[in-house]
Structure formats: structure tokens, C-alpha cells
């Protein structure tokens, strides 16, 4: 029998437990490779579907709410796991996908696509000053932030291809 230390932290959830749930993302952090990659597909899919539902207004407004609430989340999952940051917790790339979302000019199979990559290859890089939260705030809004800053990357980067796109043809 293992002990503690040597135990696999995702041994450490209970997907019954509704925090532990949404951490993982609704089970989509367990799967591997790329636990991240797995989240920000699940909150791609479930974004567009609360998009086609929700007004854009209170998708903000749950947006944000969802980072508030991650914070605490993601804080107290990673201290059941005893872990700060296990890649399994994806309730941080859920919050940054769906800023991501939020300002796309259409909610469409490409659109989303260019989103999902962007988003992803911001949030793996971790560009300064991304990088330095990351390591430096050991916390649920350490964790938060880093997604929240490749997020606002993201919105930076598609409205400049937007621009480009629309210089070029127009």
C-alpha cells in the first residue's frame, strides 16, 4: 500500500464532491495527455451552448462570477490534493475560455477554433507577466489569474487578426 507522499494527488478527489467537480472541470482535467487542453475543449463546448442560451450580457456577468467562485474552488481542490496548481484543476482555463468566447465577432466552428489555439498556445507559453504570477501567487487567484492574463492575450491577438483580416479584404 502506498503512503500519502507517494499517493497519486487525483486519488485525492471525489467527483461527487461538487468543488472537486468543477475543478477538474466536470471530469475533462482527469484526461490524459494535456489535462489543459481536455478543460479548455470541455469549456469551448459548454461555452457556446450557455452562448446560445444566455445573453451576451450575462455571460459576462456568470463569467465573472465563475472566476470568483474559482478562486475558491481551485484554492480548496489543490489543498485536498496537496498539490498548488495540479494540472488536472481546469476551472481556470473554463474561465478563460469563456472570456475568450465572450468577444469573438461570431460564435462559429472557425472562430471558436482560432480562440481555442490562441487561448492555448498563450496559456501553455505563459508570456511575461503570465508566467511570473504564475509561479509567484500560491493561491485559487494565482491560479485564476495566469488563465485570466491568456485570456485578455488571446482578446488582444483576435482583434488584431480581425484588423489584419479586415485591411486585407476590404
Not at 469573438?104 to 477554433?113: K, R
Request: charge should be neutral; aromatic fraction near 12%.
Amino acid at each position: 500500500m502506498q503512503n500519502t507522499a507517494q499517493q497519486d494527488p487525483r486519488s485525492r478527489l471525489s467527483l461527487t464532491n461538487p468543488v472537486h467537480l468543477l475543478a477538474v472541470g466536470f471530469g475533462s482535467g482527469l484526461l490524459r495527455p494535456a489535462p489543459g487542453t481536455w478543460g479548455s475543449l470541455a469549456a469551448t463546448l459548454i461555452g457556446v451552448a450557455i452562448l446560445q442560451i444566455m445573453p451576451l450580457k450575462i455571460f459576462l456577468f456568470f463569467t465573472a462570477l465563475c472566476f470568483v467562485a474559482g478562486c475558491f474552488i481551485c484554492q480548496k481542490t489543490a489543498d485536498d490534493m496537496g498539490v498548488h496548481d495540479h494540472g488536472a484543476i481546469v476551472w481556470d482555463e473554463f474561465v478563460g475560455i469563456f472570456m475568450v468566447l465572450a468577444v469573438l465577432p461570431e460564435i462559429n466552428i472557425v472562430w471558436c477554433a482560432i480562440g481555442f489555439v490562441i487561448f492555448r498556445l498563450f496559456d501553455i507559453l505563459k508570456p511575461y507577466p503570465i508566467r511570473y504570477f504564475d509561479r509567484k501567487l500560491k493561491s485559487g487567484f494565482g491560479i485564476m489569474i495566469d488563465d485570466v492574463l491568456a485570456a485578455i492575450y488571446s482578446i488582444i491577438t483576435i482583434y488584431l487578426l480581425l484588423y489584419v483580416l479586415l485591411e486585407v479584404f476590404l
